[in-house]
Nanobody, 121 residues
Framework: QVQLVESGGGLVQAGGSLRLSCTPS????????TGWYRQAAGKQRELVAT???????VYSDSVRGRFTISKDNSKNTVNLQMNGLEPEDTAVYYC???????????????WGQGIQVTVSS
């Protein structure tokens, strides 16, 4: 089965930066989309940023201009550089990957265990 191993995160003051990394158990080439979602206390899970197999990116309005998603093919990782962090960014961040398949019914979704990001004011 696919596992997504997350690293990074932690506690940072407002205005600071953190870098999250996600390493799948298989090759990144197995996934049509990878990226990050987050869930804050009392809130629903929401998209943060994704990057497709071919490099196209999607950002939520709340993080666009502050966060940057990228892939490091040599390390087989998906990275999320978070700059200008705000208390509102405090959440559990989950790595996400969608399996590539010819038939959409086999495009399974995979999730990491989640990693805490806390931004103090």
């Amino acid at each position: 089965q696919v596992q997504l191993v997350e690293s990074g995160g932690g506690l940072v003051q407002a205005g600071g930066s953190l870098r999250l990394s996600c390493t799948p158990s298989g090759s990144l080439f197995n996934f049509k989309t990878t990226g990050w979602y987050r869930q804050a206390a009392g809130k629903q899970r929401e998209l943060v940023a994704t990057v497709s197999k071919y490099g196209s990116t999607v950002y939520s309005d709340s993080v666009r201009g502050r966060f940057t998603i990228s892939k490091d093919n040599s390390k087989n990782t998906v990275n999320l550089q978070m700059n200008g962090l705000e208390p509102e960014d405090t959440a559990v961040y989950y790595c996400y990957a969608k399996r590539e398949a010819l038939n959409p019914k086999y495009e399974y979704d995979y999730w990491g265990q989640g990693i805490q990001v806390t931004v103090s004011s």
